[in-house]
Protein backbone atom coordinates (compact mmCIF):
# COMPACT_ATOMS: atom_id res chain seq x y z
CA UNK A 1 0.00 0.00 0.00
CA UNK A 2 1.76 3.42 -0.98
CA UNK A 3 0.44 7.15 0.25
CA UNK A 4 0.95 9.47 -2.74
CA UNK A 5 -0.40 13.01 -3.35
CA UNK A 6 -3.74 12.92 -5.54
CA UNK A 7 -3.37 14.17 -8.78
CA UNK A 8 -6.35 15.66 -11.66
CA UNK A 9 -5.98 11.61 -12.86
CA UNK A 10 -7.61 10.02 -9.41
CA UNK A 11 -10.75 12.21 -10.39
CA UNK A 12 -12.74 9.35 -11.77
CA UNK A 13 -11.57 6.55 -9.10
CA UNK A 14 -12.22 8.97 -6.35
CA UNK A 15 -15.25 10.32 -7.53
CA UNK A 16 -16.64 6.24 -7.89
CA UNK A 17 -15.25 5.46 -4.55
CA UNK A 18 -17.81 8.16 -3.38
CA UNK A 19 -20.60 7.13 -5.55
CA UNK A 20 -20.41 3.40 -4.36
CA UNK A 21 -21.43 4.91 -0.75
CA UNK A 22 -24.01 7.10 -2.13
CA UNK A 23 -26.95 5.05 -0.85
CA UNK A 24 -25.75 5.35 2.94
CA UNK A 25 -24.80 9.25 2.62
CA UNK A 26 -27.76 10.01 1.36
CA UNK A 27 -31.23 10.62 3.19
CA UNK A 28 -33.03 8.56 0.52
CA UNK A 29 -30.84 5.61 0.02
CA UNK A 30 -32.15 6.72 -4.12
CA UNK A 31 -29.96 9.86 -4.26
CA UNK A 32 -33.36 11.68 -4.70
CA UNK A 33 -33.34 14.71 -3.49
CA UNK A 34 -29.54 15.24 -3.28
CA UNK A 35 -28.85 15.98 -6.54
CA UNK A 36 -26.94 19.46 -5.48
CA UNK A 37 -24.62 17.12 -2.95
CA UNK A 38 -24.32 14.88 -5.97
CA UNK A 39 -22.94 16.95 -8.36
CA UNK A 40 -21.06 18.17 -5.65
CA UNK A 41 -19.29 14.73 -5.51
CA UNK A 42 -19.08 13.91 -9.47
CA UNK A 43 -15.68 13.51 -11.52
CA UNK A 44 -15.90 17.04 -12.64
CA UNK A 45 -15.65 18.71 -8.95
CA UNK A 46 -13.38 16.29 -7.69
CA UNK A 47 -11.29 17.47 -10.49
CA UNK A 48 -11.74 21.05 -9.91
CA UNK A 49 -10.84 20.15 -6.26
CA UNK A 50 -7.88 18.39 -6.99
CA UNK A 51 -6.66 21.91 -9.37
CA UNK A 52 -7.92 23.70 -6.41
CA UNK A 53 -4.89 25.14 -4.17
CA UNK A 54 -7.19 25.48 -1.25
CA UNK A 55 -7.46 21.14 -1.45
CA UNK A 56 -4.74 18.93 -0.37
CA UNK A 57 -5.66 15.13 -1.55
CA UNK A 58 -3.55 11.92 -0.16
CA UNK A 59 -4.26 8.65 -1.90
CA UNK A 60 -3.95 5.33 -0.72
CA UNK A 61 -3.13 2.61 -3.73
CA UNK A 62 -3.02 -1.09 -3.72
CA UNK A 63 -1.64 -2.86 -6.91
CA UNK A 64 -2.55 0.13 -8.66
CA UNK A 65 -6.28 0.41 -7.31
CA UNK A 66 -7.22 2.98 -5.04
CA UNK A 67 -8.03 2.07 -1.67
CA UNK A 68 -9.03 5.14 -0.18
CA UNK A 69 -8.44 8.95 -0.13
CA UNK A 70 -8.47 11.92 2.43
CA UNK A 71 -8.87 15.70 1.14
CA UNK A 72 -8.19 18.62 3.66
CA UNK A 73 -9.75 22.08 2.91
CA UNK A 74 -7.85 25.36 3.55
CA UNK A 75 -5.45 23.69 5.61
CA UNK A 76 -8.25 22.83 8.11
CA UNK A 77 -11.68 21.08 7.37
CA UNK A 78 -11.50 17.47 6.61
CA UNK A 79 -13.06 17.64 3.39
CA UNK A 80 -13.23 13.67 2.04
CA UNK A 81 -11.96 10.72 3.72
CA UNK A 82 -13.37 7.36 2.21
CA UNK A 83 -11.87 3.88 2.52
CA UNK A 84 -13.23 1.04 -0.05
CA UNK A 85 -14.62 -1.63 1.36
CA UNK A 86 -12.39 -4.28 0.97
CA UNK A 87 -9.82 -2.30 3.10
CA UNK A 88 -12.02 -1.55 5.45
CA UNK A 89 -10.97 -2.19 9.24
CA UNK A 90 -7.65 -2.79 8.73
CA UNK A 91 -6.07 1.21 9.61
CA UNK A 92 -6.27 2.74 6.47
CA UNK A 93 -8.47 5.64 7.20
CA UNK A 94 -6.46 6.59 9.71
CA UNK A 95 -3.16 6.12 8.29
CA UNK A 96 -4.67 8.91 5.87
CA UNK A 97 -5.87 10.92 8.62
CA UNK A 98 -2.29 10.53 9.99
CA UNK A 99 -0.93 11.64 7.02
CA UNK A 100 -3.05 14.25 6.09
CA UNK A 101 -2.73 15.65 9.58
CA UNK A 102 1.19 15.91 9.93
CA UNK A 103 1.24 17.56 6.28
CA UNK A 104 -1.07 20.25 7.54
CA UNK A 105 0.61 20.60 10.51
CA UNK A 106 3.59 20.95 8.36
CA UNK A 107 1.91 23.97 6.51
CA UNK A 108 1.08 26.00 9.29
CA UNK A 109 -2.39 24.38 11.57
CA UNK A 110 -1.76 24.22 14.76
CA UNK A 111 -3.36 21.08 15.38
CA UNK A 112 -7.33 22.07 14.93
CA UNK A 113 -9.41 20.82 12.36
CA UNK A 114 -13.36 20.40 12.02
CA UNK A 115 -15.37 17.84 9.56
CA UNK A 116 -18.63 17.48 8.89
CA UNK A 117 -18.99 13.78 9.18
CA UNK A 118 -22.09 11.30 7.41
CA UNK A 119 -23.78 9.81 10.39
CA UNK A 120 -22.34 6.73 9.67
CA UNK A 121 -18.63 7.64 10.41
CA UNK A 122 -19.03 9.21 13.72
CA UNK A 123 -17.10 6.63 15.39
CA UNK A 124 -14.47 7.07 13.22
CA UNK A 125 -13.97 10.48 14.23
CA UNK A 126 -14.37 10.13 17.60
CA UNK A 127 -11.30 7.43 17.64
CA UNK A 128 -9.05 10.22 16.16
CA UNK A 129 -10.28 12.61 18.70
CA UNK A 130 -13.21 15.01 16.69
CA UNK A 131 -16.00 15.72 18.95
CA UNK A 132 -19.53 16.79 17.76
CA UNK A 133 -19.42 20.92 17.68
CA UNK A 134 -23.12 21.28 16.56
CA UNK A 135 -26.14 19.41 16.27
CA UNK A 136 -26.81 17.07 13.69
CA UNK A 137 -27.44 19.10 9.91
CA UNK A 138 -30.02 18.47 7.22
CA UNK A 139 -29.54 19.85 3.83
CA UNK A 140 -29.34 19.10 0.14
CA UNK A 141 -30.37 15.56 1.24
CA UNK A 142 -27.73 14.61 3.53
CA UNK A 143 -27.34 14.64 6.92
CA UNK A 144 -24.23 15.09 8.86
CA UNK A 145 -22.99 16.07 12.35
CA UNK A 146 -20.31 19.23 12.42
CA UNK A 147 -17.30 18.32 14.48
CA UNK A 148 -14.24 19.79 15.73
CA UNK A 149 -10.81 18.45 16.83
CA UNK A 150 -8.79 21.50 18.89
CA UNK A 151 -5.12 21.09 19.36
CA UNK A 152 -5.56 20.42 23.16
CA UNK A 153 -7.99 17.46 22.29
CA UNK A 154 -11.18 19.26 24.13
CA UNK A 155 -14.41 20.35 22.09
CA UNK A 156 -14.83 24.27 21.39
Given at each position: ?????G??????????L????Q???T???????AEQF????SE?????Y?????????????????A?FI?IR?????F??F???????????????????????????P???????S???V?V??????L???????MH?I????M???SS??E?
Amino acid sequence: MILRPGTVADAGPIAALIASFQSELTVDPSGVGAEQFLASVSEHAERQYLESPRYSFIVAEDSGILAGFIAIRDNAHLFHLFVARPFHRNGLARRLWGAAREEACHRGNPGEFTVNSSLNAVAVYKAFGFLPSAPVTTMHGISFLPMRLLSSGHEA
